[in-house]
């Protein structure tokens, strides 16, 4: 790493496990600083600084309820805190807006119990705090916000999910248009179906699932993490630097 030039930060929120994880590690291996929160699973977000600084990378864990709007005050007084204590730095450059559950509910017996769940933490939670973070994040920087290829193909049971992505999609390319003007881009990355422990496991643990989503993607099998953090990377680079409100799937050619 060139030690002339400050590293960048990112925070990527939902960094204990899964894509976060990934993400996180892809953005390491790019000279990168990473913070990043975890709801429950504190030994594993510190496991992840941990790897990062074997790297030679800085990092730092913080805890996050991004369903939790009340919350969003203080997790942006102490990521301030951490960002002067670790880096002497009073922003950072890049959020990753990661964090989210699976549900698979059909749309007649779906509760609005679920579909509260799923809104606070995959729109509201994440409209709002990335609000919060507006003052803490640099010009010039960027927001990748995590959608998911079920925006443009239907699989039963995910109405209530796929529609909230939806509106992060439309979200992005809002924030694109207002935060252009501090040099701040916006974009989506839409993952494919990804053998993680997202909704239960079920694709990485159930074979004939995983057969199936291997039969309708053109390049003949299931996603797994690796094929998603770097994409994700990739747009906290100057080369991605006039790529913005853009959605982008990255699904192996899923239901083409």
């Known amino acids: 790493m060139n030690t002339n030039h400050p590293s960048k930060i990112a925070l990527v929120t939902g960094g204990s496990r899964g894509l976060g994880k990934n993400t996180a590690m892809a953005l390491a291996r790019k000279g990168v600083d990473v913070v990043v929160t975890y709801y429950s699973q504190k030994a594993e977000a510190e496991e992840v600084v941990r790897e990062i600084e074997r790297q030679g990378g ?20 102490s990521l301030r805190e951490v960002l002067t204590a670790i880096w002497n730095r009073d922003s950072f450059d890049y959020l990753i807006n990661n964090a989210g559950i699976g549900m698979n509910t059909p749309f007649p017996s779906t509760t609005e119990e679920q579909f509260d769940t799923l809104m606070n933490i995959h729109f509201k939670g994440v409209y709002f705090l990335t609000q919060r973070l ?5 010009d010039n920087g960027g927001i990748v916000n995590i959608s998911t290829g079920l925006t443009r193909f ?23 248009k207002e935060l252009g003007k501090r040099g701040i881009r916006v974009n989506a990355v839409a993952p494919g179906a990804i053998a993680t ?19 309708i993607t053109a390049l003949g099998r299931a ?3 690796d094929d998603i953090g770097g994409v994700i990377a990739s747009l906290c680079t100057d080369e991605m630097g006039w790529v913005n409100a853009q959605r982008i799937e990255a699904s192996g050619g899923m239901v083409l």
């Open 58 to 77: 800085k990092a730092a864990a913080l805890q996050l309820d991004t369903s939790l709007v009340s919350s969003f005050d203080a997790f942006a007084a």
């Open 223 to 225: 996603g797994q993490p």
């Open 134 to 138: 507006l003052p803490l994040i640099a």
């Open 154 to 176: 239907s699989i039963e049971g995910y109405s209530a999910y796929a529609s909230m992505k939806g509106a992060v999609e439309v979200m992005t390319r809002y924030w694109a």
């Open 197 to 215: 422990d997202f909704g239960g496991g079920t694709l990485r643990d159930n074979p004939n699932v995983n057969a199936h989503i291997a039969s």
